[in-house]
């Protein structure tokens, strides 16, 4: 399955972004509080910013200003971003909260990029994803995302992704025009904007010849459903989603617009998660709530069906609250429950609360998915 830290990595090596590691040595003045680290953009999230400072008090009278330490003598002093300092990543500018003192040596550690921020390549990722999987589902008839996409489109969704960040950069090149100087010197600096934007048409034609081999993504064949009308209702007729002719579950109905752009998946707050079991074996897993809720205040219970609103009742997992501070849940099934547990079943789990007379104050659906489950070879 396709993941972010992949798709970076990718993304990186096709635009020859890559992170380099950098040191700069700054000195303070003790009134200048924003410095430019000679490097960007930056990526903020590894940075290492120190101070190394001798004495750094100041005394007035009976007053004592402190500016970043109060210990005289020679000291090193790490600083937290966010509460000694903030950084503009895109422009490589770090900005103290208190000016550093005059003669302070100041050590800025980190690494840094050629053109992007990782925060630039994420936006640049998600709006190639949302585009590559638009109106698209899987088997299941659930949206798909970038967890759900296979290993093969990771490349095709890299690629969009380098054409979004390439036209950033065109965007960029298309401000500078051709100098010329009186010496007959002719500096052609729109031949930037005319490679980018060859390299950009090459690299889409490389998208899509490969969507259209896979059949994915923006140049996917798709297929409608005609709608019939019925001739004494003057309605259209319904349409259910097709079935094996050995599944028993109840049909599903399918609401289509009225056109040929087919099926669009409904959306949902639950997040997606799939088991994959065999029968006979033991089962559990650890599930985070992302709420901090206190899980002592809610029933939680998760259930196995056939199929959704299915009156046959699989299994009743097992929960135990494995963190209370954490909001950390253990789900479980035993052998005795997996041991004939059908090939394909739904499951969700769900929390509810009630007050003191007994009426449902809360309940909502946290997570949800489907139960596959393999056949049993060894039987001890």
Known sequence: MATLDNLISRVRLDLGDLPVQFTTNLTGDGTTKDFYVKVKPLESAY???TTTSGAVSTTTGTTTTIAISSTVGTTTTNLAQGVDFSVEADIGVIHFNTAPVNGAAIKVSGTHYRYFSNKDI????????????YNRTDSYGRQMTMALLPAVEEYPVSLLAVCEALWALATDAAFDINITAPDGVNIPRSQRFSQLSSIIAQRKQQYEEICKQLNIGLWRIEMGTLRRVSRTTNKLVPVYVPQEIDDSRKPERVYLHNDLLGRTPSPSTAAIYDIILTQGDTWSAIFDFPDALDLTQYKIAAQVRTYPESPTLVANMGVAITNTALSKVTLSLTHDQ???????????MELTQKDNNGNVTFQQTYVKGLVFADRQVTDV
């Open 122 to 133: 994420i936006t640049f990722i998600n709006t190639a994803t949302t585009q590559h999987t």
């Open 338 to 348: 997996t041991e004939n547990f059908p090939l394909k079943a739904y499951w969700d």
């Open 47 to 49: 940075l290492l910013v």
